[in-house]
């Protein structure tokens, strides 16, 4: 192998908003990149506390964001039923 195509400084970065990890041999800056310690770093979990009204939500909305919570509901199930099915998945 050529000797300017061996990579020697290979580092490896975490993507603390995604969990991605990968190598560079290149230094890699952002907000969101650390360089990654399998023992030490470790990805930050970033939960934004909101206050949603399952109420004015359509049921159409409620089973999308059942979707994105990864919560089951039965679609087939009235509003009620699927407002309760999310708000016990949040206790």
């Known amino acids: 192998m050529h000797e300017s195509l061996r990579l020697v400084n290979k580092m490896r970065y975490i993507n603390t908003k995604t969990g991605a990890i990968?190598?560079?041999?290149f230094k890699i800056n952002g907000d969101n990149w650390l360089e990654y310690n399998s023992e030490k770093t470790k990805p930050k979990k970033e939960?934004?506390?909101?206050?949603?009204?399952l109420e004015k939500m359509t049921?159409?909305?409620?089973?999308?964001?059942a979707k994105e919570?990864?919560?089951?509901?039965?679609?087939?199930?009235?509003?009620?039923?699927?407002?309760?099915?999310?708000?016990?998945?949040?206790?």
Do not use: G, H, R
């Open 59 to 65: 049921k159409a909305e409620l089973v999308e964001f």
């Open 22 to 25: 990968i190598d560079s041999p």
């Open 69 to 91: 919570q990864e919560i089951e509901v039965n679609e087939k199930d009235t509003k009620a039923v699927i407002i309760e099915t999310i708000a016990k998945a949040f206790e």
């Open 47 to 53: 939960y934004v506390e909101e206050e949603i009204d």
